[in-house]
């Protein structure tokens, strides 16, 4: 019992100090509170002011940022323009060259037709110039044939000329001399 009666005496001793120590709070919290308004006036003054420092500074940034966003927009807004004339005339040039590629792949095709053509012809040029080279040295054979023919038979005529003409000749002397001799008989 006494033990317990020391304990509620403790107690209610601890009691009082806790009253008193809340009392003593409640009253710091107040003077605290008079000066920290006191205070607080001038520290929040030189927040705000700091903090509109701090918004001044983000807005001038902000609109930075906007200006240099708009124009990227309005360059972007041009890149997508000359992109798509960039693509228009990309699509118009592939057109044109893919007509170009058929049309050289006709060409190459038509060249090559041509070229074949051209062998075939030369080979029947050549097959016609080794006909006409035959040809010509036949001819010229048989040319230089009637050439020696005509030549023999000119000089076979020319021998039977000049015999016959020495022939005439034989038998006018031959009649000179008889006519001469039946002259000399006559006389």
Do not use: P
Request: aromatic share 6%.
């Amino acid at each position: 019992d006494a033990l317990i009666k020391e304990r509620k005496a403790q107690l209610a001793d601890l009691a009082k100090q806790v009253v008193e120590l809340e009392k003593k709070i409640v009253n710091r919290r107040d003077s605290n509170w008079r000066e920290l308004e006191a205070k607080s006036h001038k520290h929040l003054q030189k927040k705000i002011e700091l903090l509109e420092m701090r918004l001044s500074h983000v807005t001038v940034r902000y609109n930075t940022i906007m200006t240099r966003n708009n124009k990227l927009r309005e360059e972007t807004a041009s890149l997508q323009i000359q992109k798509a004339i960039y693509d228009n005339c990309y699509w118009k040039l592939e057109r044109s060259l893919v007509q170009q590629n058929k049309l050289l792949e006709a060409a190459i095709e038509q060249a090559t037709e041509d070229y074949e053509q051209w062998m075939e012809d030369l080979g029947r040029i050549s097959d016609i110039r080794d006909v006409r080279y035959r040809e010509t040295i036949q001819y010229n054979i048989r040319l230089l044939e009637r050439k020696c023919a005509l030549h023999q038979e000119t000089r076979l005529k020319n021998f039977f000329l000049s015999k016959c003409a020495d022939l005439s000749v034989l038998k006018e002397q031959a009649k000179e001399r008889e006519g001469n001799r039946g002259g000399f008989v006559a006389q």
